[in-house]
RNA sequence: GGCCCGUUCGUCUAGGGGUUAGGACAUCAGAUUUUCAUUCUGGUAACAGGGGUUCGAUUCCCCUACGGGCUACCA
């Protein structure tokens, strides 16, 4: 068995997108499992398509995941560069090697003899208008020139093409980790384009070539590129690599939570929710996309969810830190139909590894939530309404956006309780709790909770008539944590003067102006 | 259109020739809780259709339907 070496080799063409991070993750567990070697190699072939800051951010992205990264563009290694652009001269040697021997040559048609082609093909009622075995003779290339035309033609800096010569005849067998045997007739692939005519090679020979010099052993990737997998195994037979030729396993699609199709973009402003790890803006256009952290989704959360949309450990276990993925990821689990994406499944998990949580760690993000807005909060505060409200959230930020009462008189009070629930009985209960409460020492929920019970017994009320009442004039909602914890939190003076002043404007509310 | 891949509750999925087809999310109901949330209990809900093979098919095979991917000098 030789060693694992796997990759994940995104384009920077824009924001890492959802699926990318887990066909990252599913490469990260297996190496790691295998005590292998994870490496991020860059596919920036496409000039064209190049985006500034891209790179940068699929970096950011995977570090913020927890996806770590062995060999790579920004850890180096002993097969660098590891990005595309860097290596161009050496797919150019690759692709002459198989002009040499004759699994490849060079092609000057232009745009508009293609397109005459396809155009002749598609009136003739043939299926596949493509440049292939059929089609070659007809055009302008090596195969059909003679070799001293070929030689002038590159001579005098005429564009021109480099392609792979398909067989004429045949199958193509490969075998997938996931999908078992696939193949393909040869007559059904076209003659590929190697290197472009910027002297730049296409995905399919820099994939390959980089591959098998980098000594990858499994190439773990998305379903969208099992069609040109063909294509790829005939490359490494064409070089002569067969035997050193990766593994395959392409993943089931990311698909979109409604209606059909690759999940996209577009389903991330439609729907509201991200689609992306990390805030993005795009820099040609200033859009901004939202992202998962800073939707306060925890890395370790999105990880497990994304771990489990589309492979699963088969013994019923959902939660899952990155270690436990590791022990029991396999890629024989994986399933082959493609998953949607369900936000709320996502929520899930968020919410229950937020649970997970240590009440120091919540009190970090409460207080960081505080800092932001200048409000006064001690550490002790934070950890005693972390440890009230930590049953109650599935995001950090709701700590305070629930909790904002624990930092001052609220703003505005439930108006539906208030007309419900108060009467002379519950001004009359206020009145005698705002004064027992100043003598309740040490102020903790126990001692408070006795005396709420003992007041309203005194007065021949039963608690439930007042507490929700209570509830509305302390935090100005009518739900929340428990309601004696928030007192104590809260304090003795500051419970006072709510109480004082909710008397006050209940009994404003009552009178109609 | 062609080629390739796929199809179990609304969603993620387990399972596998004979099962009450299991779990989770969501949803609904009940219990607990002063309230909300949590928690607990319970419910609704699925093998795309048609042919085979077989004593028996959701499971194996074929066809159809549907869905998806690819079909660029993009990755």
């Given at each position: 068995?030789?060693?694992?070496?796997?990759?994940?080799?995104?384009?920077p063409t824009?924001?890492?997108?959802?699926?990318g991070?887990?066909t990252a993750?599913?490469?990260?567990?297996?190496?790691?499992?295998?005590?292998?070697?994870?490496?991020?190699?860059?596919e920036?072939?496409?000039q064209?398509r190049?985006?500034?800051?891209a790179e940068?951010?699929?970096i950011?992205?995977?570090?913020?995941?927890?996806i770590?990264?062995?060999?790579?563009v920004e850890a180096?290694g002993?097969?660098?560069?590891?990005r595309q652009?860097?290596?161009k001269?050496l797919?150019?040697k690759?692709?002459?090697?198989?002009?040499?021997?004759?699994?490849?040559?060079?092609?000057?048609?232009?745009?508009?003899?293609?397109?005459?082609?396809?155009?002749?093909?598609k009136k003739?009622?043939v299926?596949h208008?493509?440049?292939?075995?059929?089609t070659?003779?007809t055009?302008?290339n090596?195969?059909?020139l003679s070799?001293?035309?070929?030689?002038?033609?590159?001579q005098?800096?005429?564009?021109?093409?480099?392609?792979?010569?398909?067989p004429?005849s045949?199958?193509?067998?490969?075998q997938?980790m996931?999908?078992?045997?696939?193949?393909v007739q040869?007559?059904?692939l076209?003659?590929k384009?190697?290197?472009?005519?910027?002297?730049?090679?296409?995905?399919h020979?820099?994939?390959?070539?980089?591959?098998y010099?980098?000594e990858?052993?499994?190439?773990?990737?998305?379903?969208?590129?099992?069609?040109?997998?063909?294509l790829?195994?005939l490359l490494?037979?064409?070089?002569g690599w067969?035997?050193?030729m990766?593994?395959?396993?392409?993943l089931?699609?990311?698909?979109?939570?409604?209606?059909?199709?690759?999940?996209?973009k577009r389903?991330?402003?439609?729907?509201?929710?991200p689609?992306?790890?990390l805030?993005?803006?795009?820099p040609n256009?200033?859009?901004k996309?939202?992202?998962?952290?800073?939707?306060?989704?925890?890395?370790?959360?999105?990880?497990?969810?994304l771990?489990?949309?589309?492979?699963?450990?088969g013994?019923?276990?959902?939660?899952f830190?990155m270690?436990e993925?590791?022990?029991?990821f396999?890629?024989?689990?994986?399933?082959?139909?493609g998953?949607?994406?369900?936000?709320?499944?996502?929520?899930?998990?968020?919410q229950?590894h937020?649970?997970?949580?240590s009440?120091?760690?919540l009190?970090g993000f409460?207080?960081r939530?505080?800092e932001?807005?200048q409000?006064?909060c001690?550490p002790?505060?934070a950890e005693?309404i972390?440890s009230?409200?930590?049953e109650?959230i599935?995001?950090?930020?709701e700590l305070?956006?629930h909790?904002r009462?624990f930092?001052?008189?609220?703003?505005?009070?439930d108006?539906?309780?208030v007309s419900k629930?108060?009467n002379?009985?519950a001004?009359?209960a206020?009145e005698?709790?705002e004064?027992?409460?100043?003598?309740?020492?040490?102020?903790?929920?126990?001692a408070?909770?006795?005396?709420?019970?003992?007041?309203?017994?005194?007065?021949?009320?039963?608690p439930?008539n007042i507490l929700q009442?209570?509830?509305?004039?302390i935090?100005?909602?009518?739900?929340g944590?428990?309601?004696?914890?928030?007192?104590?939190?809260?304090?003795?003076e500051e419970?006072?003067?709510?109480?004082r002043?909710?008397i006050?404007?209940f009994n404003?509310?009552?009178?109609p102006s």
């Open positions: 068995m030789r060693q694992v070496r796997v990759r994940f080799a995104p384009s824009g924001a890492l997108h959802i699926g991070v887990r993750l599913y490469n990260y567990l297996f190496a790691r499992q295998q005590h292998g070697t994870m490496i991020l190699r860059i920036d072939t496409d064209n190049f985006v500034p800051g940068a951010y699929i950011e992205s995977l570090k913020w995941a927890g770590e990264i062995d060999e790579g180096g002993p097969f660098a560069p590891y652009s860097e290596r001269e797919y150019k690759y692709a002459l090697q198989l002009v040499t021997r004759g699994h490849a040559y060079y092609a000057f048609d232009t745009e508009a003899d293609l397109e005459a082609m396809r155009d002749r093909l003739a009622g299926d208008q493509q440049y292939n075995s059929v070659r003779m055009m302008r090596s195969l059909t070799s001293d035309e070929t030689g002038k033609l590159i005098a800096g005429t564009p021109y093409v480099i392609r792979l010569r398909v004429e045949g199958e193509i067998r490969l997938d996931i999908r078992g045997e696939v193949n040869a007559t059904e076209d003659d384009v190697l290197v472009k005519s910027d002297g730049m090679p296409t995905y020979l820099a994939n390959v070539v980089d591959d010099l980098m990858i052993s499994h190439v773990i990737r998305g379903e969208e590129w099992l069609p040109s997998a063909p790829h195994v490494y037979k064409s070089f067969e035997a050193e990766p593994q395959f396993a392409h089931p699609l990311l698909l979109k939570p409604d209606g059909n199709g690759k999940l996209s389903d991330s402003d439609r729907l509201g929710f689609i992306f790890p805030t993005w803006t795009d256009t200033g859009e996309s939202a992202g998962f952290r800073e939707t306060g989704y925890l890395p370790e959360a999105l990880i497990n969810f771990a489990l949309l589309g492979w699963n450990p013994t019923g276990q959902e939660l830190s270690d993925l590791i022990k029991s396999s890629i024989d689990r994986i399933g082959k139909a998953a949607k994406f369900d936000i709320q499944k996502a929520q899930w998990f968020n229950q937020l649970k997970g949580k009440t120091k760690e009190a409460l207080l939530q505080t932001r807005e409000l006064l001690t002790e505060k005693k972390c009230i409200m930590k109650r599935a995001f950090p930020q305070l956006e909790g009462f930092f001052g008189v609220p703003q505005s009070y108006k539906a309780v629930k108060w002379p009985d001004a009359r206020f005698a709790l004064k027992a409460l100043k003598n309740v020492s040490p102020f903790n929920a126990e408070i909770k006795g005396t709420v019970e003992k007041v309203t017994a005194d007065l021949g009320y039963k439930g009442i209570l509830r509305v004039a935090t100005g909602g009518a739900s944590p428990d309601l004696m914890m928030t007192l104590e939190i809260i304090g003795e419970t006072r003067n709510r109480l002043s909710a006050e404007k404003l509310s009552l009178t």
